[in-house]
């Protein structure tokens, strides 16, 4: 066990005292950021206020704000939970690169330890650093207002943090061994980088595209994370603007509001609820595991 341990925590120095490497880990959610305070909350409010059909009287301005800085939130998160793994695994490739990892394959540890040890150091250094910025987020929007966050709410967005991590690290595990040289994992995480905002519905909502887009999108176990992120920081505050309107409109605008800003995953017809799409990113991320396994063993074999 020692062995894993220690496997484990090299891998997790190793992104840890690259610098480059953790800042663009977060480019995505960096960039996301900022096109939210320049363009995009705008759009996001004025849709908002736009579905409200005479009740803007009725709902205040300031549970507006605070409902689109929650969808921010999920937004950076959700962003957040695809890039770092990414990052993080990519020192599978630089080891094979530097032939590091014919070395480390010629002591005594199983193989099985050596490919999990890399995955337990990026699931861990993904849920620290996607930790960090729920936490801030957190502290922002209290500083703002109140949120109607509940303590239980606090513990499941952790808990989805988690899972996401431990998800989107299994299937960029699978990607990653496939890779041969550093160059070729850099060119498609910019590709990813520029694409992860759209699939998870940050920067447009995914119901604004057609059935088929939305089905493809929610394949990916983020999408499903970016969703439960929504249901856990912003239900509160659904309840509350719901309450607020009293009944006026039957639940109209919050429904209208959780279908255009995908609350639940939707894809070929079925839409998830959270515990279905729990279940759904658990099976991926054991098909993965396996999967990375298997794909270790067939890579050292041929070496």
């Keep these: 066990m020692k062995d894993f341990i220690g496997f484990t925590r090299r891998n997790m120095l190793i992104y840890f005292k690259d610098f480059l490497a953790v800042l663009f880990s977060l480019l995505t959610s960096i960039i996301f950021f900022l096109l939210y305070i320049l363009f995009l909350k705008g759009t996001f409010v004025d849709a908002l206020t736009g579905s409200m059909k005479g009740l803007e009287n009725i709902v205040s301005a300031n549970d507006i704000d605070m409902f689109a800085n929650g969808i921010l939130l999920s937004g950076i998160l959700g962003s957040a939970i695809i890039t770092v793994p990414y990052t993080c695994l990519q020192t599978i490739v630089k080891d094979k690169e530097a032939g590091v990892d014919s070395d480390i394959c010629a002591t005594p540890m199983k193989r099985w330890k050596i490919v999990l040890s890399y995955f337990t150091a990026s699931s861990i250094c993904a849920f620290i650093m996607t930790s960090l910025i729920l936490t801030a987020g957190l502290a922002v929007l209290s500083f703002m207002g109140d949120p109607h966050i509940s303590a239980g709410s606090v513990f499941a967005a952790y808990g989805t943090v988690l899972l996401g991590c431990v998800s989107s690290t299994a299937l960029f595990m699978v990607l990653m061994l496939m890779f041969k040289s550093s160059s070729t994992s850099t060119a498609f995480f910019g590709i990813l980088s520029a694409a992860a905002g759209f699939i998870i519905g940050a920067y447009i909502p995914l119901s604004q595209f057609s ?76 098909i993965c595991v396996a999967a990375m396994t298997v794909v270790y063993n067939k890579t050292y074999k041929r070496r």
């Design 211 to 286: 059935d088929g887009v939305q089905s493809f999108c929610n394949l990916f176990p983020a999408c499903h994370i970016t969703s439960m992120f929504r249901n856990v920081l912003l239900s509160g505050l659904a309840e509350k603007i719901d309450s607020t309107i009293g009944g006026l409109d039957n639940g109209a605008f919050i429904s209208a509001m959780k279908e255009t800003f995908s609350f639940n995953a939707k894809s070929f017809g079925y839409s998830f609820g959270n515990s279905a799409s729990v279940v759904y990113i658990c099976i991926i991320a054991l």
